[in-house]
C-alpha cells in the first residue's frame, strides 16, 4: 500500500486541460468494465473539488470559497497541493495492514469521494501525497446484481480464549467463514485444522462458526462484534474437561426451539457432516436458538421503577449505524393489525413463487423478530438475522452506513407484501380510460384491477387510493387516474418556496440603498426572483435589475441567465441588484469597489495600507460620454445618497451641480479587450493620490491591467479611443471620504448575511397545511413533461392530487430532506400533528364513503440532528396500556404524549378509529 511518495517522484506536470481529459477516459474506462473486485480508493472531498476547480472538471460545480479565492489572486487556476487524505483516518497503518482506520460517519461527497484505482494512481503521479484507501466493489442483491463499495469493512474483536487477549480483525463482509479462519490462522500462526471460531455476540457463546463458504454477512456477524478463538491443547478441546472456554462448566441444557425451527420458518440446522473438530459441539444440549443468541432473558425495569414482562418493550441493539431500522422496526412492530397476524401462524399465506419477492424469507424473518419482541422477558435484541435478509432484498441497506428510516419503510412494506402476496399468479390488465364514466366507477374498477394482482395484509391495511387529474395548458384535455399509494410525503411548506434577501442599489443616484426579501419557488429559477424582485421594489418601466453576487467585497459572479436555477444560491450568499437603465447591456459599466485607505505610520509620507469594504456599486456612461470627465460626473452621482450634508453653502452648490462633489478616488478602468485610452503604455505609470481643486475633492482614475496592477492616471480631459464596455474603479475611503459619505450605508445592512452557519429559525406549520401544499394543483416540472393524447405532444400540463380512499393505518412521511447537486440541507420546522381525532373528512373526495376519516397517532419514526451524522429513534404506543414510550435501540423508557410531538418529528402512523 502506498502511504506516500518522495516528493521527487512526482512526475512533470500536464496541463489542466490535459490532466482533466485523462481522468475523465480513465473514468469512462472503468465505468464501462466495472466488476466485482474492482478497486476503488477514498480521496478526500476537499482536495477533489479543489483539482476539479483547477482542471475544470465540470463547468457546473457549485462555487466554493476556493473558486472565490481563485478569482481573487490574478484570475489564474490554482494547482492544488499533494493529496492529503490525512483527516479521513483516525491513524496510520493498523497491525494487520490491510485496512486504515476511518474515522465515523464521513459523507461520501462532504469528507471523500471514490476515484477508479488507476486515477488514483495517476492523481498521485501528478501530486504526491496520500496515504492510499483502496476499497473493492462488492455485489449486492438477491436477484438483480447491484454494485455497491465497501467503505467501512467489518470489524470484528477476536477474543482468545487461551488469555482472554483481543485483536481487532478487518474484514471484508462477503468474505467468507474460510477466509476468517484463514486470516485468524494467520495473524496467530496457528493450525487450522485446530482452531474453533465461536460467534461470541455480547460475550454470549451463541454459534460455531462452521460454514466455510457462507458469507460473514450471512453468518450475521455484525460491526464491532466479538467472535471466540479456542485452540486445540494436546488434542483436547475445552468441552472435553467439561468446561467451557472461559473456564465455566458446560451446562447442556436442552431449550426450547426457537420460532425459527417451527412449520413457518423453516430454518436450516446444523448436520453432523462436518469435520471431527466440530463433533463434541454438535449434541442436542449444545444448541443455541436464534432468539437465545440474540436477546437477554431478563425482567424489564423502567426507569421509573416499575417492573413490568416486557411484551412489546424490547429494544433493538444498534448493530452499526443501524439506528434508522431499529427505528422503523419499532414503528412497525407496534403497528396493531400486524401484532395480531404474526403472532399467529401467517404460513399458508406465504407467497414462495413471487419473483418479485423473497419466497416468504423476509416475512418470515419480520415474524420471527416480531415474535422475539413481544414475547416476555427480554431488555434487548439483536436484530442481524433480520438485516441480512432485508439486506439480500434491499442492498442499498447492506453494510453500516447510515439510511433514511423512510426508505427503509418504504422497501420492507413492499419486500413484505410481495411475500404475502396471495396472488399466485398475477394476471394480465390493460389500462384503460375513464372514457367519461363517473368518477366512482372509474375508481372501484382500478381498485379491483390493482387487488387482482396485488392482495396482501399490507394492501389490506396500509394502501389507499388518490385520484390524479392533468390537463393540457394547450388544448385542455383532461386525463384522470385513480393510483394506488402506501404512505403520503408531504411537503414543509417552507420547502416549496424559500425567503430570498436582496440589496437593491440605485444606479442613477435617487435613492439610498434598500433591502428587499421576496418569496420564490425553491425549484424556480434567477426568472423567478429577478420577477418577485422587480414587483417588489417597483421597478420603472424604463428600468432594468442586475443582479450580482458580492464576496469579500468583491463581485464574484454576474447572474444574467434567467433559466439558471435557484438552488445554485446558498442562504448565506450575499446577493445585490442595481436599478440600471434597461438598455444598460448596450452603455458602458463603472464598477466601484471601496477600500479603506491609512497612514502606516505617521512619519512614512507616502506608506498606506489598502483594505476592501463595503459593497460595491455599479453605474453606466450615457450614450457618447467617453471622457474622464463623464466618469467622474457619473461616479459624483452615484455616491449622492451617501452625502452627509443634505444642505450644502450656496457657493458649493454650483461646483456639486457642474463638478459634482466626491472623494479622492484611485480607480482601475478594464476593457475587454485590454486596450488602453490613448494607446499609453500600462507599465510606464504608477498610482498617484492628488487632493483637492478650486476647493474641492477632485477625483484620481488609475487605469490598471487584469491583475490589479496600478498604470495610467485618468485626468478629465482623457478620451477613449478604444471600445470600452467596463470600467472598475477602486474608491479610496480616508477620514475626509467617511466625513463628506456615511459609508454606513454600505455595510451591515439589513438582509445581508454575515454568517454561513447559521440556521434560520422555521415558523411551525400544522399537518394540515403540509397536506394543503401536496394537495395543491401545480404545473408539472419541465423534466417531468406529460405526452397529451390529444395534441400528439409533450406538454407542460398541471397537477391536482385528491384522496379518494383512505387505509386502516396511515402513514405519513414529512420531507424533511431535500438533495441536489448543490447542497443537501434537513428542515427543523416544528410539524403541529393531531395526536387524536385527527379528521381528513374535507380533504377525501370519494362520494359517500362509509369509511371512518378520523384517526389517532401511535408511533412516530424521529430523526434528531444534521445529514449524515444525525440519529434516530422511535415514539410508540401500547394501546392496552394506553401509555406511550420511547425507543432509542436498546434503550426504552417511558414518555408522556405533551412530549412526542417535537420537531424531529419524521414518519407519522396513524391508525383509524373504527
Not at 21 to 31: A, G, M, N, Q
Not at 295 to 311: A, F, Q
Not at 650 to 673: F, M, Q, V, W, Y
Not at 873 to 892: C, G, N, P, Q, T
Amino acid at each position: 500500500m502506498v502511504m506516500s511518495n518522495s516528493p521527487g517522484a512526482c512526475s512533470l506536470p500536464c496541463s489542466p486541460e490535459e490532466e482533466k481529459e485523462i481522468v475523465k477516459e480513465l473514468i469512462r474506462v472503468s465505468e464501462a468494465n466495472l466488476k466485482e473486485g474492482d478497486v476503488f480508493c477514498l480521496i478526500s472531498s476537499r482536495w477533489w473539488r479543489e483539482w476539479k476547480e483547477y482542471v475544470g472538471f465540470d463547468e457546473n460545480v457549485e462555487h466554493s470559497n476556493f473558486a472565490k479565492k481563485q478569482k481573487d489572486v490574478l484570475h489564474a487556476p490554482v494547482r492544488p497541493g499533494e493529496i492529503d487524505n490525512s483527516e479521513l483516518i483516525l491513524n496510520e497503518m493498523n497491525k494487520e495492514g490491510d485496512f486504515l482506520d476511518l474515522r465515523g460517519n464521513l459523507q461520501e461527497g462532504e469528507d471523500y469521494d471514490l476515484v477508479p484505482l488507476e486515477v488514483w494512481k495517476k492523481l498521485v503521479e501528478w501530486y504526491n501525497g496520500g496515504p492510499e484507501i483502496p476499497r473493492k466493489i462488492l455485489s449486492e442483491g438477491y436477484y438483480s446484481k447491484n454494485f455497491s463499495i465497501e467503505v467501512y469493512p467489518l470489524c470484528l474483536c477476536l477474543v482468545d480464549a487461551r488469555d482472554n487477549s483481543e485483536r481487532t480483525i478487518r474484514i471484508s463482509r462477503k468474505a467468507s467463514v474460510g477466509d476468517l479462519y484463514k486470516v485468524v490462522c494467520a495473524m496467530l500462526e496457528l493450525d487450522e485444522t485446530k482452531v474453533l471460531i465461536w460467534d461470541y455476540f455480547k460475550r454470549n457463546k451463541s454459534s460455531m462458526l462452521t460454514k466455510m463458504d457462507q458469507s460473514l454477512e450471512e453468518a450475521t456477524l455484525h460491526m464491532d462484534q466479538e467472535i471466540l478463538l479456542e485452540v486445540q491443547v494436546d488434542g483436547l478441546w475445552p468441552s472435553d474437561f467439561g468446561m467451557d472456554s472461559t473456564g465455566n462448566e458446560l451446562a447442556l441444557v436442552p431449550i426450547e426451539p426457537s420460532r425459527s425451527s417451527m412449520s413457518i420458518a423453516g430454518g436450516p440446522t446444523l448436520s453432523n457432516g462436518h469435520s471431527s473438530r466440530f463433533g463434541s459441539y454438535l449434541s442436542p444440549g449444545n444448541s443455541f436458538s436464534s432468539s437465545q443468541r440474540d436477546s437477554e432473558d431478563v425482567d424489564d425495569i423502567l426507569s421509573n421503577g416499575t417492573k413490568v414482562d416486557g411484551r412489546g418493550l424490547t429494544g433493538l441493539h444498534n448493530l452499526g449505524n443501524t439506528c434508522f431500522m431499529n427505528s422503523a422496526i419499532q414503528c412497525l412492530v407496534h403497528t396493531p393489525p400486524l401484532v395480531e397476524y404474526f403472532l399467529q401462524d401467517y404460513s399458508e399465506e406465504i407467497n414462495k413463487k413471487n419473483p418479485l419477492g423473497m419466497q416468504g424469507e423476509l416475512a418470515i424473518a419480520f415474524g420471527d423478530l416480531l415474535r422475539t419482541l413481544w414475547s416476555s422477558g427480554r431488555t434487548s435484541v439483536a436484530p442481524r438475522a433480520f438485516k441480512g435478509k432485508l439486506a439480500r432484498f434491499a442492498p442499498q441497506f447492506s453494510g453500516y452506513n447510515q439510511h433514511d428510516s423512510q426508505e427503509l419503510l418504504a422497501f420492507l412494506l413492499d419486500g413484505l407484501h410481495e411475500d404475502l402476496n396471495r396472488v399466485k399468479n398475477k394476471p394480465y390488465i390493460e389500462a384503460k380510460d375513464a372514457n367519461g364514466r363517473p368518477d366512482e366507477e372509474f375508481a372501484d374498477e382500478c381498485w379491483e384491477y390493482h387487488k387482482a394482482r396485488n392482495d396482501s395484509l399490507i394492501v389490506d391495511i396500509c394502501q389507499g387510493q388518490y385520484k390524479s387529474t392533468l390537463v393540457c395548458p394547450v388544448c385542455r384535455k383532461v386525463s384522470v387516474t385513480f393510483d394506488p399509494f402506501m404512505y403520503l410525503s408531504l411537503p414543509l411548506p417552507s420547502a416549496i418556496t424559500r425567503k430570498m434577501s436582496v440589496t437593491v442599489f440605485s444606479g442613477d443616484g435617487i435613492a439610498l440603498p434598500m433591502p428587499y426579501t421576496v418569496t420564490v419557488s425553491r425549484n424556480g429559477c434567477f426568472r423567478d426572483l429577478i420577477q418577485a424582485l422587480s414587483i417588489a421594489c417597483c421597478l420603472k418601466s424604463y428600468e432594468a435589475l442586475l443582479v450580482v453576487e458580492v464576496h469579500e467585497h468583491k463581485i464574484y459572479r454576474f447572474m444574467e441567465n434567467m433559466f439558471e436555477p435557484l438552488s445554485g444560491i446558498k442562504d448565506e450568499d450575499y446577493l445585490v441588484a442595481y436599478r440600471l437603465p434597461s438598455n444598460y447591456n448596450k452603455l458602458r459599466r463603472i464598477e466601484i469597489l471601496h477600500r479603506s485607505v491609512e497612514r502606516c505610520a505617521p512619519e512614512l509620507q507616502y506608506s498606506f495600507s489598502r483594505k476592501l469594504l463595503g459593497t460595491p456599486l455599479i453605474t453606466c456612461l450615457g450614450e457618447g460620454a467617453d471622457s474622464g470627465a463623464d466618469i467622474h460626473a457619473a461616479v459624483r452621482t452615484v455616491l449622492t445618497p451617501l452625502l452627509r450634508a443634505k444642505e450644502l453653502p450656496s457657493h458649493r452648490a454650483k461646483i456639486i451641480n457642474e463638478n459634482g462633489c466626491g472623494p479622492s478616488l484611485d480607480a482601475i478602468a478594464l476593457t475587454d479587450n485590454h486596450t488602453l485610452p490613448n494607446g499609453k503604455d500600462l507599465s510606464a505609470h504608477s498610482m498617484e493620490i492628488e487632493t483637492t481643486a478650486n476647493g474641492s475633492p477632485s477625483l484620481q482614475l488609475v487605469m490598471t491591467d487584469e491583475r490589479g496592477i496600478s498604470g495610467i492616471t485618468v485626468n478629465d480631459d482623457i478620451t477613449f479611443v478604444a471600445p470600452v464596455s467596463s470600467i472598475k474603479l477602486f474608491l479610496n475611503w480616508s477620514q475626509r471620504e467617511h466625513e463628506i459619505y456615511d459609508a454606513s450605508y454600505l455595510e451591515n445592512l439589513p438582509g445581508v448575511h454575515h454568517s454561513g452557519n447559521k440556521k434560520t429559525r422555521q415558523e411551525p406549520v400544522s399537518l394540515f397545511s403540509c397536506l394543503d401544499a401536496f394537495l395543491k394543483e401545480e404545473p408539472l416540472g419541465p423534466e417531468d413533461m406529460w405526452y397529451c393524447p390529444a395534441c400528439k405532444e409533450h406538454r407542460q400540463a398541471t397537477k391536482k392530487l385528491d384522496l379518494w380512499r383512505l387505509p386502516e393505518i396511515l402513514v405519513v412521511h414529512l420531507k424533511r430532506f431535500s438533495y441536489n447537486r448543490f447542497m443537501k440541507n434537513k428542515l427543523e420546522t416544528f410539524v403541529n400533528f393531531p395526536v387524536h381525532n385527527l379528521d381528513l373528512t374535507k380533504y377525501v373526495k370519494k362520494p359517500g364513503s362509509a369509511e371512518s376519516h378520523l384517526y389517532e397517532l401511535y408511533a412516530i419514526s424521529n430523526h434528531y440532528g444534521g445529514l449524515g451524522g444525525g440519529h434516530y429513534s422511535a415514539y410508540a404506543k401500547l394501546i392496552d396500556e394506553d401509555r406511550w414510550y420511547h425507543f432509542d435501540d436498546s434503550h426504552v423508557s417511558p414518555v408522556g404524549e405533551d412530549s412526542i410531538r417535537t420537531s424531529a418529528a419524521y414518519v407519522l402512523f396513524y391508525q383509524r378509529v373504527k
